[in-house]
């Protein structure tokens, strides 16, 4: 059972468009949820992240909306680049110390 | 700064083999983490271990063993390699901060391994 649900799988955007990821949770114990960035063979790496206190964090382009009532995440990329081009996970972090990822957005931004 | 480091970056086995997969960090981290990755399910949490001596299972612990060593070191162990292990293993680790459970995982490079 997929504890975060990521839509969509794939997303094509023109440069200088808005990518827009989305997430979703049903587990009340997650308390940090994070986004990460993949570039083909390396490593996810952090790239925003935002606690259910706050509704929206701004990181330069990158913005997640926080709806804690509706269990839902968001990632929204402004003004979208070719270098932007990646996998895209958001992930929710327990109590417990565990973090569940969801399935993953490949993200491809055409010049 | 190496960061996470893992070791094989790329393994064949055939169905029945064991073999170890080592990860070191060189962040002082407490906690320490294998996932594996398959396309289409993102991360799956193997095992964990939240400190020095303490190790737990994630989602898909079953086939795999691990040993915290040291502060440093947690390895991933496969007993007997099936093809349904074939996969990209990334490590990671990560320093809880404070009490606000916050705190970054970071993450290795990736073994990728190939059961036959």
């Known amino acids: 059972q997929q504890q975060v649900k990521q839509s969509p799988q794939s997303l094509i955007v023109q440069k200088g468009g808005i990518s827009i990821i989305n997430c979703a949770y049903e587990?009340?114990?997650?308390?940090?949820f994070p986004w990460y960035q993949q570039f083909p063979g390396k490593g996810p790496a952090l790239l925003i992240a935002?606690?259910?206190?706050?509704s929206e964090k701004k990181e330069g382009r990158f913005t997640i909306s926080f709806n804690k009532s509706a269990k839902q995440f968001s990632l929204h990329i402004m003004d979208s680049q070719p270098g932007d081009s990646a996998t895209y996970f958001c992930?929710?972090?327990?109590?417990?110390?565990?973090?569940?990822f969801g399935t993953g957005t490949s993200l491809t931004v055409i010049p | 700064n190496a960061g996470v480091t893992q070791t094989p970056k790329f393994q064949v086995l055939k169905t029945g083999q064991s073999m170890t997969l080592q990860c070191a960090q060189d962040?002082?981290?407490?906690?320490m983490y294998w996932y594996r990755q398959d396309p289409g399910m993102g991360l799956r949490l193997i095992y964990y271990?939240?400190?020095?001596?303490?190790?737990d299972k994630g989602e898909v612990p079953n086939g795999y063993n691990v040993s915290r060593l040291n502060k440093r070191e947690f390895s991933l162990r496969l007993e007997s390699a099936a093809p349904s292990q074939t996969s990209v293993y990334f490590c990671?680790?990560?320093?809880?901060?404070?009490?606000?459970?916050?705190?970054?995982?970071?993450f290795g490079e990736g073994s990728r391994l190939t059961v036959l």
């Open positions: 962040m002082n981290h407490n906690s």
């Open positions: 587990n009340t114990a997650f308390d940090y």
């Open positions: 990671a680790s990560r320093e809880r901060q404070g009490r606000a459970n916050t705190g970054e995982l970071f």
């Open positions: 271990s939240a400190s020095e001596g303490t190790t």
């Open positions: 992930a929710a972090l327990n109590t417990g110390n565990q973090f569940y």
């Open positions: 935002i606690r259910p206190d706050v």
